[in-house]
């Protein structure tokens, strides 16, 4: 008959209570951690509001006189918060590269810890052949003990991963400073059609007020000469209309012109309610302006400066990468570590020591998934030229519809100038039969009202000329803003955005051609052969550190333009 002892004293009871009441201690802590977040208050809100109202309009250089076109696009560059947020994205793609190169490093993890138990940790043996007891229970391993240790590990696959997602949040980055770049050109293309429409509103503003003024005052004459029956009811009823007709048009034209300035101002990034004048450039001086590249050459400028195509064409290079970390992940796994360690236990015969080793572990079931991430690789490298195939397409569409927009808009500004023209004629005819009695007030209200809406025709129509020629080198892809500026003030930024608009203007962008050899001497009837392509040159990534504003133009040659292909930045010939 075979005895057994139990070894196992039990646990007193003062030991109990302590261990009880921290359990419960944490289960009740554990329990009201989590509390529901508190609603907004109002006084809340109304301190986001005038903290948020403070950072929108800091720093900002104060207005020292009329306002500029020049000026009015560099305050827009430089303080809109839709071109200060695009460039915090770009900074923050910047960022995130750095992130990803950490996982390339090997991991160093220091770790130490207590331990406790209410019982011995004992063990004892049993004889395999006759089931007996064989070794009297024992411990090696003290009931309160501290450990320690500092480990170094290095997995293999994780850098593989790591570095192929560092090269793709690269391309993220180069694709965000395209981004970049269409923001700041969609900005100065607002900014200038807001601009000339608020030219607009400071010329004729002391017309419109005067002339709606007079509409309003011969329309109460007219009410009192219908009630004194000094004409006949018919006409004096249709006098009546045609003089509200023309104060309703005034009303609405001096309406539209008071909203002109309140949108160039938030555009520049000003109080709705600022007041500001503007620098009016003489009327005489709205001339078309002259579009100096030819349309094959705008098309071939879109192919490689366009930031659609070339933020497609780095994102396309990370289909490539992520069919690569696929098939990454289907090899074996290496990990090698090495690391110091400490423990306090009495019974060890060493309580420091080093370890080092080396674990390959490898899921051969995926090696069945190899056709299939294959195949999906394939389709998404396919789809990724598809989709640059589809959007050149679209990019080489957009610019033939703004060269034509454009030349309706030369052609509409040509007959709206001329009808301004003849209208400030019929206006002195029409004042001067007045004046001899030949004519009514009624007309002379009329030629005034019509003389007001021709000239403001004569100016929309001039300032969707701008807005179209801006439109056409937008879609070619044509930096508006210069690659470098000679310093941060806001008078530099408008110095070095009236050179490089004045050097677009005159032609001074050096179109991209398709590189090629002479043809050899001896064989003059001979075609050139193409030129072997260069290697291309690894992309330059610019950082967005210290101040912003130098960068405030795109890279010449951020982008990887492809290898047979010159792109030239602006220069002055």
Not at 42 to 47: F, M
Not at 90 to 98: I, K, S
Not at 248 to 259: M, V
Not at 467 to 473: I, K, M, S
Request: hydrophobic share 40%; glycine share 4%; proline share 5%.
């Amino acid at each position: 008959m075979t005895h057994t002892t139990n070894f196992e004293t039990p646990m007193p009871r003062r030991a109990t209570r302590p261990l009880v009441l921290t359990v419960l201690a944490t289960a009740l802590l554990a329990g009201c951690a989590v509390a529901p977040p508190e609603r907004l208050s109002t006084q809340d809100l109304l301190a986001h509001d005038q903290s948020d109202r403070g950072a929108m309009f800091a720093q900002q250089e104060p207005l020292s006189g009329p306002v500029t076109l020049d000026e009015a696009i560099a305050r827009a560059v430089k303080y809109n918060l839709q071109q200060r947020l695009a460039l915090m994205e770009r900074a923050l793609e910047d960022n995130l590269v750095d992130v990803q190169k950490q996982g390339m490093l090997p991991k160093l993890t220091a770790r130490a810890g207590l331990r406790t138990r209410s019982n011995d940790y004992g063990s004892s043996s049993e004889s395999l052949a006759t089931g007996a007891q064989s070794l009297v229970p024992s411990t090696s391993q003290e009931r309160e003990g501290e450990t320690a240790d500092l480990q170094l590990s290095w997995n293999v696959l994780d850098f593989g991963l790591s570095y192929f997602g560092a090269k793709a949040q690269g391309n993220k980055a180069l694709a965000a400073e395209e981004r970049r770049r269409r923001v700041v050109a969609d900005i100065i293309r607002q900014t200038r059609s807001a601009y000339w429409n608020a030219v607009t509103a400071e010329r004729l503003k002391d017309r419109v007020s005067s002339t709606l003024a007079e509409a309003r005052q011969t329309l109460e004459y007219a009410r009192q000469t219908e009630e004194k029956r000094l004409v006949a009811p018919i006409l004096a009823l249709r006098y009546q209309r045609d003089l509200l007709n023309m104060v309703r048009q005034t009303e609405a034209l001096e309406n539209e012109l008071a909203q002109a300035k309140a949108r160039l101002a938030t555009l520049m990034n000003l109080p709705p309610a600022t007041d500001f004048t503007l620098a009016l450039p003489d009327e005489g001086q709205l001339a078309p302006p002259r579009l100096a590249y030819a349309l094959n050459d705008l098309e071939a400028l879109a192919m490689v400066r366009r930031p659609e195509l070339r933020e497609e064409s780095y994102l396309a290079r990370n289909a490539v990468l992520e069919t690569r970390m696929s098939i990454l992940r289907l090899f074996p796994n290496a990990q090698l570590f090495g690391g110091l360690n400490y423990d306090s236990n009495k019974y060890l015969a060493n309580n420091n020591w080093a370890d080092a080793g080396v674990q390959v572990s490898w899921n051969l079931l995926n090696v069945l998934s190899w056709p299939a991430i294959s195949r999906a690789g394939e389709s998404r490298e396919e789809v990724a030229v598809l989709r640059r195939q589809a959007l050149r397409m679209t990019v080489l569409s957009q610019v033939h519809i703004a060269w034509l927009e454009r030349e309706r808009a030369e052609s509409a500004f040509t007959r709206a100038n001329e009808l301004s023209r003849l209208q400030d004629a019929i206006q002195v005819q029409t004042e001067n039969a007045a004046r001899n009695s030949a004519e009514t007030h009624l007309e002379l209200v009329r030629a005034k009202v019509e003389t007001l809406l021709a000239t403001r025709a004569r100016d929309l129509s001039y300032a969707e000329l701008v807005n179209a020629q801006n439109t056409v080198y937008q879609a070619a892809g044509i930096d508006p803003l210069p690659e470098r500026i000679a310093d941060e003030s806001l008078a530099s930024l408008a110095r070095d955005i009236a050179e490089t608009n004045r050097l677009i203007e005159r032609g001074h962008v050096d179109v991209p051609r398709l590189a090629q050899t002479d043809a050899p001497a001896a064989t003059p009837v001979a075609l050139a052969e193409p030129a072997a392509p260069a290697p291309a040159a690894p992309p330059a990534r610019r950082n967005v550190s210290g101040s912003p504003w130098n960068h405030l133009g795109s890279v010449a040659g951020a982008g990887a333009e492809p290898a047979a292909v010159q792109a030239l930045p602006v220069s002055a010939r």
